[in-house]
């Protein structure tokens, strides 16, 4: 599975944004979608992830009310809206994919990665 990752950008703090993932080569609705993040100087981190008919998902505290994942298995893509942004989410968001049938948490789980998508939120 080859996953393109985009949408990122630089928001002011309140704003915001929707990254998308695209997956390529295998079927899309096989597979666990998730969403980490890593900020400089820190370890990755999970930040949501929904399983293919988007009937289990799990999200972080540190976001959970303000950032949603959705997917579209028609178009193999899944989406993670960030609302009310603020300056500790700044980092490479990076979409994954693992085949499953419920949301998992664990970044040790997903066998692909994509290539990362920068999210900058200014003060």
């Known amino acids: 599975v080859q996953l393109q990752a985009w949408g990122g950008g630089l928001v002011q703090a309140g704003g915001s944004l929707r990254l998308s993932c695209v997956a390529s080569?295998?079927?899309?609705?096989?597979?666990?979608m998730g969403w980490f993040r890593q900020a400089p100087g820190k370890e990755r981190e999970f930040v949501a992830s929904?399983?293919?008919?988007?009937?289990?998902?799990r999200d972080a505290d540190s976001v959970r009310g303000r950032f949603t994942i959705t997917r579209d298995n028609a178009k193999n893509t899944v989406y993670l809206q960030l609302d009310r942004l603020k300056p500790e989410d700044t980092a490479v968001y990076y979409c994954a994919a693992s085949v499953g049938r419920v949301a998992v948490q664990a970044s040790s789980w997903y066998e692909y990665w994509g290539q990362g998508t920068l999210v900058t939120v200014s003060s």
């Open positions: 929904i399983n293919w008919n988007g009937g289990s998902r």
């Open positions: 080569g295998r079927t899309f609705s096989n597979y666990i």
